[in-house]
């Protein structure tokens, strides 16, 4: 099955397109979350058998951990195992929110389906006849495994250029103005313009221009001049 993109808007209004991970990269992933789990346990072996009776008990309690309680916890802090990292997937939330407790939880129990009859035949079946590559823990708890390349922040460039409005702006309207300044770096260039475009009759501009002309009267009532 090929990876296939999922859209979702946000409450703002912006569309995300979300790129669903397919079986093949999954079983990757899950395959070195496999791999971990297992090292962990073999290096921890000899040294709990030196323990007796509680060792047998302590390596019963860490097989519990690093397969129930490792995907789960690493789920909901990071949105992704090691497995997962490794091949740059993450694990969200339909809407494309991180994943919650109960979705992480649920999403990991129903594997002791989606395994059945052998071999994750049915989670596979359920993953090639989904549009985005769900499995029955997937379709259960609401959540989608997405593609995550690495992230480079990249600072917004500081506008120093400074304009006084060529309107008197009433005390609501400076708040307003000064708040597109300060959130407008973490939104889209389009939809920044999209905002800029309600105030034409004050920036007298549109399009990069017009978002241009408001930091700069911002930065006139920040009194930057």
């Not at 030196?50 to 951990?65: E, N, S």
């Amino acid at each position: 099955m090929l990876d296939t993109y999922l859209e979702v808007v946000t409450p703002e209004g912006v569309p995300l397109q979300l790129p669903a991970a397919g079986p093949v990269p999954r079983a990757l992933a899950w395959l070195i979350d496999l791999v971990i789990r297992f090292g962990v346990l073999i290096v921890m072996s000899p040294l709990l058998l030196m323990l007796g009776d509680m060792g047998q008990g302590i390596y019963l309690g860490l097989m519990f951990l690093v397969f129930w309680v490792y995907p789960i916890v690493l789920e909901v802090w990071l949105g992704q195992t090691l497995g997962k990292r490794a091949l740059g997937l993450r694990v969200v939330a339909r809407d494309g929110a991180p994943l919650g407790w109960m979705p992480a939880i649920v999403r990991n129990l129903l594997r002791t389906v989606d395994i059945l009859p052998f071999g994750y035949a049915l989670g596979l079946v359920s993953c090639l006849c989904d549009a985005h590559g769900r499995r029955l823990g997937d379709l259960v708890a609401g959540s989608l495994v997405v593609h995550s390349p690495p992230r480079t922040f990249v600072a917004p460039p500081r506008i120093d250029t400074v304009l006084a409005p060529p309107l008197p702006l009433q005390p609501g309207e400076q708040v307003a103005l000064i708040a597109f300044a300060e959130r407008a770096p973490a939104l889209s260039a389009p939809r920044q313009r999209e905002l800029a475009h309600i105030v034409t009759p004050l920036t007298e501009a549109d399009g990069q221009t017009g978002v241009l002309r408001l930091y700069a009267m911002a930065n006139w009532l920040l009194g930057r001049r």
